[in-house]
């Protein structure tokens, strides 16, 4: 009876450990829908400038870099809550496909890109954050994507 014990405990130790780890590579990512979201290929079309079916790191700079701008509507290089979900829960960015929006605006992923906790995203936290997102996606390691890259799971990074 003890060594079963110590059996299932060493098993729910593990099982913790993993999901445990999973949870933190995923928080780096940021909500599990706005992963989903972000790997549809509307938004890959979307970042592609150049329509070669890949998206190059500075295509995405350039793409996250142009988003924050409409976001930020004061234009103080910060989003506050109120920019982050805009004036309608609802509302479409131009630059995105309906789904990411709704995601990206999530107060959720707002505190994932709020790297110092102050309640506000800077322009540096924001591309930062997709810098590491385009990091885990490229697989390869070349600066940049292909469509392979893109709907792979990118969970757990590297």
Same mark, same amino acid.
């Given at each position: %009876? /003890?060594? @079963?014990?110590?059996?299932?405990?060493?098993? *729910? =130790?593990?099982?913790? =450990?993993?999901? +445990? #780890?999973?949870? /933190?590579? &995923? +928080?780096?990512?940021?909500?599990?829908?706005? /992963?989903?979201?972000? @790997?549809? %290929?509307?938004?890959?079309?979307?970042?592609?400038? &150049?329509?070669? #079916? %890949?998206? #190059?790191?500075?295509?995405? &700079? *350039?793409?996250?870099?142009?988003?924050?701008?409409?976001?930020?509507?004061?234009?103080?290089? =910060?989003?506050?809550a109120k920019e982050w979900t805009g004036p309608s829960k609802n509302s479409k960015l131009d630059l995105t496909t309906g789904g990411y929006a709704r995601e990206l605006r999530s107060m959720k992923m707002m505190k994932v890109m709020d790297a110092d906790g102050n309640h506000e995203v800077t322009r540096d936290e924001f591309l930062s954050h997709h810098k590491n997102v385009f990091g885990m996606q490229d697989k390869s390691a070349d600066g940049q994507i292909d469509a392979q890259e893109w709907v792979a799971k990118i969970v757990g990074g590297k």
């Open positions: %009876m /003890a060594l @079963q014990l110590a059996k299932l405990a060493l098993a *729910t =130790s593990l099982l913790l =450990s993993i999901s +445990a #780890s999973a949870f /933190a590579a &995923d +928080a780096m990512v940021g909500t599990g829908g706005y /992963a989903r979201e972000y @790997q549809k %290929m509307g938004m890959m079309k979307m970042l592609d400038a &150049d329509g070669n #079916s %890949m998206v #190059s790191a500075a295509e995405a &700079d *350039t793409y996250y870099g142009n988003l924050f701008d409409v976001l930020n509507k004061d234009g103080d290089d =910060s989003l506050d």
